[in-house]
């Protein structure tokens, strides 16, 4: 057998994408890739040199399509520090709906424990994007009494629980089969309420409150 057409590599990591989304990563070997393309059996390592090389490849993209969704949701949230910090988690959860076996790939152990430099500079960039919109937000008013590391902390574990929540179809069920896009939204809320475009306005209505609170109690 021989591939007399199109791409390989992308054909070979397209495929993968696939046999993640009906089987999960530990399903994806180069032979059965090789087989279910009919090409030879060494023919995916003109381009891959092993399996984690396809796996490390496939968590690149991943990382990649996973930021532009962030960087688009934030564009698209506007100005406002807090507004496009909450578009950032937002953001990775609709990709990993929308891309699950991507998003299996960014987070399988395997790939985790891979050696790769560009898999690291893509880490690095994922998480700059998210430390950085964190960083703005709680300058603008969001938790300013938090220590900044534990509030970066948070927004990643909050980001990353709740995007694996949603994008495993099991626990759809579990979670009462309410709507997947409401639930998500709902459960961000409590991270960064949507309609929250301002905490310093928001300090000053509570002043307000309380100052009118006074005066009546006097």
């Not at 032979?31 to 060494?42: C, K, P, Q, T």
């Not at 930021?67 to 949701?73: K, V």
Request: overall charge positive.
């Amino acid at each position: 057998m021989s591939y007399h057409h199109g791409n390989l590599r992308e054909a070979l990591l397209r495929r993968a994408v696939q046999v993640i989304a009906d089987s999960g990563v530990e399903a994806v070997s180069l032979r059965g890739l090789a087989r279910d393309l009919g090409v030879s059996h060494a023919a995916p390592r003109r381009h891959f040199a092993d399996r984690r090389a396809l796996l490390a490849a496939l968590a690149q993209e991943g990382f990649r399509r996973s930021l532009q969704a962030m960087e688009d949701g934030a564009r698209e949230a506007g100005d406002d520090p807090i507004a496009r910090h909450r578009a950032l988690g937002r953001s990775y959860v609709r990709f990993a709906c929308e891309d699950p076996a991507y998003f299996r790939a960014i987070n399988h152990p395997e790939v985790s424990d891979l050696v790769d430099h560009e898999l690291a500079a893509a880490k690095r960039r994922w998480f700059t994007t998210l430390r950085e919109g964190a960083e703005a937000a709680q300058r603008a008013g969001w938790h300013p009494e938090a220590d900044p590391q534990a509030l970066v902390a948070f927004s990643v574990a909050a980001a990353m629980g709740a995007a694996t929540l949603f994008a495993d179809e099991r626990w759809h069920g579990v979670t009462g089969g309410s709507d997947a896009e409401k639930l998500a939204d709902d459960v961000l809320d409590l991270v960064v309420h949507r309609s929250r475009t301002s905490a310093p306005r928001a300090r000053k209505r509570t002043a307000s409150r309380s100052k009118r609170n006074e005066r009546s109690a006097s």
